[in-house]
C-alpha cells in the first residue's frame, strides 16, 4: 500500500518562500517498474484542481506554465522525499496542496492547508 505524506508550515509569509515536502512509503519514487508522475497539486476554495508540477524517477520535471517561473520540485531518493518550493508568494497562493501520483497509482495524501498572511 502506497502512502504519501506532506508536511511543512502551515503559515507563510507574503513575498516568502513555501516549502513542502511529500514522504512516499511503500513504493521507492525512482522505481521503474511502472511509469510514476511524483506531482503536487492544489485546490483553493471555489475552484477546482491546479497541477502544479510532477517529478519524473529520473529527475525529468514539468511545471504548469502559469507557475513555472517562481516554483521548483526537486526529489531526495535516499529519504524517498519529493519537495515544493514556491517564490514569491501572495495571497493567491493560499490552498490546500496536496502530493500525489495519480495516474498510474491514483495515490493522494491528505492535504496540509497553507495560508499565506503577513
Known amino acids: 500500500q502506497v502512502q504519501l505524506q506532506e508536511s511543512g508550515p502551515g503559515l507563510v509569509q507574503p513575498s516568502q518562500t513555501l516549502s513542502l515536502t511529500c514522504t512516499v512509503s511503500g513504493e521507492a519514487i525512482d522505481s521503474t517498474e511502472y511509469y510514476y508522475y511524483w506531482s503536487w497539486i492544489r485546490q483553493s476554495p471555489g475552484k477546482g484542481l491546479e497541477w502544479i508540477a510532477y517529478i519524473l524517477y529520473n529527475g525529468a520535471t514539468f511545471y504548469n506554465p502559469s507557475l513555472k517561473s517562481r516554483t521548483t520540485i526537486s526529489k531526495d531518493t535516499s529519504k524517498n522525499q519529493f519537495t515544493l518550493q514556491m517564490k514569491s508568494v501572495t495571497s493567491e497562493d493560499t490552498a490546500l496542496y496536496y502530493c500525489?501520483?495519480?495516474?498510474?497509482?491514483?495515490?493522494w495524501g491528505q492535504g496540509t492547508q497553507v495560508t499565506v498572511s503577513s
Open positions: 500525489a501520483e495519480p495516474l498510474t497509482l491514483g495515490s
